[in-house]
Nanobody, 127 residues
Framework: QVQVVESGGGLVQAGGSLRLSCSASGLPFDPYAWGWFRRAPGKEREGIAI????????YYADSVKGRFTISRDNAKNTLYLQMNSLKSEDTAMYYC????????????????????WGQGTQVTVSS
């Protein structure tokens, strides 16, 4: 049974930090790129951070670059997102997902390249 479970969300004040985790089971974690995505109220889901299958390259959306860090632990089948200097505009439901094709880098062009979505974890940043 495939399970992708995000955790670590919550309520935090602006300027604070959170660390999200994404635990995967029932599907190969490696050698696939993984990503973090979010959907803010009234907006479409967007990709914000991608990590390559080797973990040696990353992509960040401009909105989070320099504040968020994506990482992976293949031994634990877990993906992470360290979020620092949080802003009210970071308030959203955060999701992780795996690239459908193996052995790919951290480039990002379409949500359709990803599957095995988790249920999401809510992050709320108060100003």
């Amino acid at each position: 049974q495939v399970q992708v479970v995000e955790s670590g969300g919550g309520l935090v004040q602006a300027g604070g930090s959170l660390r999200l985790s994404c635990s995967a089971s029932g599907l190969p974690f490696d050698p696939y790129a993984w990503g973090w995505f979010r959907r803010a109220p009234g907006k479409e889901r967007e990709g914000i951070a991608i990590i390559s299958w080797r973990g040696d390259s990353t992509y960040y959306a401009d909105s989070v670059k320099g504040r968020f860090t994506i990482s992976r632990d293949n031994a634990k089948n877990t993906l992470y997102l360290q979020m620092n200097s949080l802003k009210s505009e970071d308030t959203a439901m955060y999701y992780c997902a795996r690239r459908l094709a193996p052995y790919t880098g951290a480039s990002y062009s379409s949500l359709a390249d990803f599957g095995y979505w988790g249920q999401g974890t809510q992050v709320t940043v108060s100003s």
